[in-house]
């Protein structure tokens, strides 16, 4: 039998035990055609649904006429978007598959994002609660006065070969970088550390023997001057300690990952940050901080990050909360 096969089948058994009627099925995916099986299956036996809803970005969608040319060029592939299309709509108009019955958001785009869902319970992005949880700490990480990179770990993730992006040169890469930190550094005289991504295989050594750490973002960025990053959920404790950002890429990522820029250029735009093409910055003087827009952060803070409800506690005592309250896990 073949393997996804036996695996729904073996679903629908669990799914159909007596002990699971009144189960809540929390889902780690949202509703797209590949997941249909799914989602049609818990839909028919009326099961719970829940799904939590958070991520979003003030990020413009690729242009469709661009995508649409894309898919052109590939035959199979525009017909998959195009089964894909109709599948999900006709299922929902024929409410082949049901609303959720519970929705986990954190912030106003990921509310909006379940128009037709039973009820919705506002939450915190992690990065919220991380953040909120170094804020209270008294230990600073890093004597004097720095700014700091949050890695993302582009030029080392080998990860990149297996979904099969371009790759992106560690030397050229970290040279740039290390070039552009020394000008900053000379123009507002404090020293840059780093946040390194958890996933990075390196340290101090491929920022010049600067100051990096793992596993301390939130603390780092607390006590920061200001934050240089890419494209990373990460930046949301930039925002949250009201720091400036310089969004910052080389040629080669312009290149490589041309979504990835423009997302940043959104970011951007959005907060009223800058944007910097590492590469063509030559001289100290080149480089401004912008200030910060308290109304610009607050408005990105409550639309995608947290809520007015949720602002004070924690996701952790909100799910568990809710929880309890239907009866899913009263000794927790």
């Not at 990020?59 to 894909?84: E, H, Q, S």
């Not at 506002?122 to 804020?135: G, T, V």
């Not at 990179?149 to 030029?155: E, P, V």
């Not at 080669?252 to 959104?266: F, G, I, N, Q, S």
């Amino acid at each position: 039998m073949d393997a996804p096969v036996a695996a729904l089948d073996e679903l629908r058994r669990r799914v159909d035990l007596p002990e699971n009627e009144d189960a809540l099925f929390i889902l780690l995916m949202n509703y797209e055609a590949r997941f249909q099986p799914l989602y049609r299956l818990l839909s028919r036996r009326r099961r719970a649904l829940a799904i939590f809803e958070w991520g979003h970005m003030p990020i413009r969608p690729p242009n469709k006429l661009v995508k649409l040319l894309r898919l052109v060029r590939d035959p199979r592939a525009l017909a998959t978007a195009m089964g894909a299309k109709v599948t999900t709509t006709v299922s929902r108009q024929l409410r082949l598959v049901k609303p959720f019955d519970l929705v986990f958001a954190a912030g106003e785009a990921a509310v909006r994002t379940h128009p037709n869902a039973k009820r919705i319970v506002p939450i915190n992005l992690c990065d919220y609660d991380l953040f909120q949880a170094a804020a209270a700490g008294p230990r600073r990480l890093i004597p004097g006065r720095y700014g700091v990179f949050l890695d993302s770990n582009h030029a080392m993730n080998p990860d990149r070969a297996f979904i099969g992006l371009a790759p992106i040169d560690p030397p050229r890469y970290f040279g740039a970088l290390n070039r552009f930190f020394g000008l900053l550094e000379k123009k507002l005289g404090v020293s840059v550390a780093v946040a390194l991504h958890p996933k990075s295989s390196y340290g101090p050594e491929a920022f010049e023997g600067r100051a990096a750490l793992k596993d301390a973002t939130a603390a780092l960025v607390r006590d920061a001057e200001f934050v240089l990053c890419h494209l990373s959920t990460s930046m949301s404790c930039a925002v949250l300690a009201r720091k400036p950002i310089l969004y910052v890429y080389t040629d080669e990522m312009a290149r490589a990952m041309p979504e990835c820029v423009d997302a940043m250029r959104d970011l951007s735009d959005y907060l009223g940050m800058a944007t910097i093409a590492l590469d063509h910055v030559r001289s100290p003087d080149e480089i401004v901080l912008p200030p910060v827009s308290p109304e610009r952060y607050d408005a990105f803070k409550y639309g995608f990050l947290t809520s007015r409800e949720s602002e004070r506690a924690t996701t952790r005592d909100i799910v568990l909360r809710e929880l309890r309250r239907l009866g899913c896990c009263p000794k927790i």
